[in-house]
């Protein structure tokens, strides 16, 4: 890992390297777009990937999760039959997505802190039933 210098390493800025992180999301790594080095040693401590959960109900599947402690928001991606994206940010667990039977909703979730987004979660799916 690579040490600060004499750049601002105070979020949203890489204290290895300056970059401006939130011009850009996190990678998976948890590292800095510009430099690699992994930022939570800079203060991104709360960008930890909420585990997201899928339960198949009656013409609907719920989506859970627990917020990571201190991060400013949650992000949840769906998608119906592997349609288009919704993104709902903030959002609060649970959500219920309405779904025809058998539709497979999938969907991932990830931590913001200071406007830069983390890691997205592994993604889970269910299918509705009757």
């Known amino acids: ?11 949203p800025f890489c204290g290895a390297c300056g970059w401006d992180v939130s011009r850009s999301n ?13 930022l939570t040693a800079y203060g991104f401590d709360r960008l930890a990937a909420p585990a997201i959960t ?3 109900g009656s013409l609907q599947v719920t989506l859970s999760w ?31 997505v309405v779904a025809a039977e058998g539709e ?10 200071n406007g830069v987004a983390g890691a997205w ?4 799916s269910a299918a509705a039933t009757a």
Request: with cysteine.
């Open 1 to 11: 890992m690579t040490l600060a210098s004499d750049y601002v390493s105070t979020p």
């Open 26 to 38: 996190i990678g998976d790594a948890g590292k800095c777009d510009a430099c690699g080095a992994e």
């Open 66 to 96: 627990t917020a990571v402690d201190g991060a400013d928001a949650t992000e949840v991606s769906y998608t119906i039959d592997g349609g288009t994206a919704v993104v709902t940010n903030p959002a609060t667990s649970p959500i219920v």
């Open 121 to 124: 979660s592994a993604v889970d």
């Open 104 to 113: 497979v909703v999938a969907g991932k979730a990830r931590s913001i802190e």
């Open 54 to 56: 899928a339960t198949a």
